[in-house]
């Protein structure tokens, strides 16, 4: 991923010199799953052999694993919200960079719903500028498929591919005109990129604050039905199959839109599909108490629909896991439920969440969650990250048996609006390297070092 020209960051420091002795690595594309010594030199994978055969070096790092530690293909995720420029009160590219390096990721795709929105090739510009400068890990942006998320007038989506967008997206906002999203999906084909979608039918959801069911109706909120979700899929993957365009549906949260995607994908459509970590191990039973870091958008749904997600993932259907890292100001929470703004962060928790919550109650198997995990970065045209010879060093090494609280140490994000804090978890990134170059480093590693 390093190598592609149109992610920008993540050269901070010197390439990585490591010798990581005895790691259990797992990378399911590589069919690799043993223990091993992995060399890392200048910023590249140089080694892998029997462990104790690589002679340690006196100008490399050497970390024990001790058969203990897992080593796996670091993680990418293709929707976050690094709310640069204009909102940086909540977060910056620095700080969601830190966050996204602390949770094993290597890559992160930024969504254009800034301020100024980023709808133009002079900002696009000037923001790979300045993850160039900022951001600890590679970054990408998506930039909006209308001026302003108006949904009326298609940005100038040539000059924005040329100038490095990898797709379009109005997330946020959904693209309510059919006849606006054909013409993007038209343009989408000359053009290049992948239209990631936002989907929801605003007649349908309204004002609503929670998902429509017995737990809105007991405590009195407003509810977004599912429908508004799942009826906008079926719509735009039509479209997409009409046109022959190339679609990406965000953060899916029920089982209609889940069996959309199924189908489109039988009848050879050119669709993807990703699903939040939240969405699978949570419903809107979470919301009984009106903690606000339980209002997203889409909401949480019901257990029929978190089970139907789970299965959508395990097979395949839905491509890859997307947090929707939506940092807010903890004074923009910390207001009643219907008043606060929608949304969770999640890059610091995203793995040892679903590691704790599907993977050790046996729901699904951890190569399965780490290749969903990677996934992301093909669906929008860059390479995975693998653990080969020869290729750039991203990899993330990691305690399965570490058990933390979300947030007992505070966040390496600016926003702590993360629906997962004060959570017991199991599983802990100890050391992400991306681009080559070691991004973060565990506090008991850093000791154990020291």
Request: negative net charge.
């Amino acid at each position: 991923m390093s190598g592609d020209g149109l992610l920008s960051g993540g050269l901070q420091g010197p390439p990585a010199g490591l010798l990581l002795r005895d790691v259990h690595v797992l990378d399911p594309r590589e069919d690799i799953d043993r223990r091993l010594d992995v060399s890392v030199r200048d910023g590249a994978i140089a080694e892998l052999a029997e462990p104790g055969s690589i002679a340690s070096e006196e100008a490399v790092e050497t970390i024990e694993g001790e058969g203990r530690l897992r080593l796996l293909p670091a993680f990418f995720d293709p929707h976050v919200h690094l709310r640069t420029p204009g909102q940086e009160h909540k977060e910056d590219l620095d700080s969601g960079t830190r966050a996204a390096a602390a949770g094993g990721y290597c890559g992160v795709i930024a969504m254009p719903n800034t301020d100024p929105v980023l709808d133009s090739a002079p900002l696009l510009r000037s923001l790979r500028d300045a993850a160039a400068r900022d951001a600890r890990i590679p970054v990408g942006f998506l930039a909006a498929v209308t001026r302003g998320l108006q949904g009326e007038q298609l940005t100038e989506m040539a000059e924005l591919r040329q100038e490095g967008a990898l797709g379009f997206s109005d997330d946020g906002e959904p693209v309510e005109s059919a006849g606006v999203l054909r013409k993007a999906l038209q343009y989408q084909r000359l053009c290049g990129g992948v239209l990631a979608l936002h989907e929801e039918d605003r007649s349908l959801s309204r004002r609503g604050v929670m998902n429509e069911g017995t737990v809105s109706a007991a405590l009195g909120l407003d509810g977004i039905p599912t429908v508004a979700e799942s009826t906008m899929v079926a719509r735009d993957a039509e479209l997409a199959g009409y046109e022959g365009a190339r679609v990406h549906f965000q953060h899916l949260s029920c089982a209609a839109s889940a069996e959309t995607v199924a189908a489109a994908k039988a009848r050879g459509w050119r669709v993807s599909a990703e699903v939040s970590p939240h969405h699978l191990l949570l419903t809107d039973e979470a919301v009984r108490g009106m903690n606000t870091s339980m209002k997203m958008h889409p909401p949480l749904t019901g257990e029929d629909d978190r089970a139907a997600l789970v299965q959508a993932l395990r097979d395949g259907t839905v491509d890859c896991v997307a947090t929707d890292h939506a940092p807010h100001a903890r004074e923009e929470k910390e207001v009643p439920f219907e008043q606060a703004p929608m949304g969770t962060t999640g890059l610091e928790t995203a793995f040892a969440a679903l590691y704790s919550g599907l993977v050790l109650p046996a729901v699904l198997e951890l190569g399965v969650l780490v290749q969903r995990m990677t996934a992301g970065a093909s669906l929008f045209g860059l390479q995975e990250a693998r653990i080969a010879p020869g290729r750039t060093a991203e990899l993330a090494l990691v305690d399965l048996e570490e058990r933390w609280t979300a947030g007992e140490h505070g966040w390496h994000s600016r926003s702590e609006n993360c629906c997962f804090s004060g959570r017991r978890l199991q599983g802990r990134i100890q050391l992400t390297l991306a681009a080559g170059r070691v991004v973060h480093r565990d506090r008991a590693l850093a000791l154990a070092g020291a």
